[in-house]
C-alpha cells in the first residue's frame, strides 16, 4: 500500500516553536519522518508555557526560517492564530483562519500546503467545523488529539484522529509491539502527536529517542510525513 508496504508510521506535532530542530535531528538520525503544524500569524512570537508549574519556552520561529528548518518534512497549517474553532460563531472568520494560514506557508516553504492539525486542547473541533473546511479551503486533512488507540485508517480525513500522544512511553511501546507483530492484511497506520516543548517539561527527550531507535529500521514499515501515509501513497 504505501511503497508495497502494509504499515505505516508517522507523527505530527504543533506550533512552530524552537524545540522542533532537536526534534527534527532526532527523527532525521533514525529516518522518521514528521509534519509540522505553524501558526503562521504567530512565527517570530516569543513566549513561555507553564505545565505542571513548570515554565517551558514556546517561542517561535522567524517567517524568513520555516523552509529552512522544516523542509524536507512537512509543514501544514494550525490556523493563523490559534483560535479555538468551534467558539468562532461566523462561518467567514473560521475560514480565514484556516485558509489565510495555509496560504502563508505555501509562500514561505515554496511547496503546496494541504494539511492541518485543529489549534487547541479539549474539545478543538466539530462537524460543522470540519465540513466548513472541507468545502472551504484547500485542506485535504484536520487531525485532532482524539487518540484511538487503534492503527486503522481514518474513515473521514477532516476528523482525523491519531493513534497516540508522544509522552504516553508504556502505551507507545505496547502500541508498538501490537503493530509490529500484527500478520494480516490489512494497511496498519501507527500516528504519533504531540508539541516538541513537552520534551522540557521532565527532559524526556532520551527517553523519546529510544523510543525512535524501537521503531525505526523495519522493512516492512513505510515512514513518512502526514500527506506522504494520507494523501500521496494511498
Not at 509534519?35 to 515554565?55: C, H, P
Request: net charge negative; glycine share 8%; proline share 3%.
Amino acid at each position: 500500500m504505501w511503497n508495497g508496504k502494509r504499515k505505516a508510521i508517522t507523527f505530527s506535532y504543533d506550533d512552530g516553536v524552537l524545540q522542533d530542530r532537536r526534534l527534527i535531528k532526532l527523527l532525521d538520525k533514525y529516518g522518521l519522518r514528521a509534519t509540522f503544524n505553524i501558526n503562521s500569524d504567530l512565527l517570530s512570537k516569543a513566549g513561555v508555557l507553564v505545565r505542571g508549574g513548570i515554565s517551558v519556552s514556546h517561542c517561535k520561529w522567524r517567517h524568513e526560517e520555516v523552509a529552512r528548518i522544516y523542509l524536507p518534512h512537512e509543514v501544514a497549517g494550525h490556523t493563523l492564530t490559534h483560535p479555538l474553532l468551534p467558539s468562532i460563531e461566523d462561518d467567514s472568520e473560521v475560514i480565514r483562519q484556516v485558509e489565510e494560514d495555509r496560504k502563508n506557508l505555501e509562500q514561505l516553504t515554496g511547496q503546496s500546503v494541504v494539511g492541518m492539525a485543529y489549534p487547541g486542547g479539549g474539545v478543538n473541533h466539530n462537524l460543522r467545523v470540519a465540513n466548513l473546511i472541507r468545502e472551504n479551503t484547500g485542506v485535504q486533512y484536520a487531525r485532532t488529539t482524539v487518540c484511538t488507540g487503534t492503527f486503522a485508517l481514518p474513515e473521514d480525513m477532516f476528523l482525523l484522529n491519531p493513534t497516540a500522544f508522544h509522552l504516553d512511553f508504556d502505551n507507545l511501546y505496547a502500541l508498538a509491539d501490537a503493530f509490529f507483530a500484527d500478520t494480516g492484511d490489512e494497511p496498519l497506520l501507527f500516528y504519533i502527536w504531540g508539541h516538541s516543548y513537552e520534551f522540557d517539561i521532565e527532559d524526556t527527550w532520551d527517553k523519546f529517542e529510544a523510543f525512535c531507535a524501537y521503531i525505526a529500521n523495519h522493512e516492512d514499515v513505510f515512514y513518512g510525513t502526514n500527506r506522504e501515509v494520507l494523501i500521496d501513497n494511498i
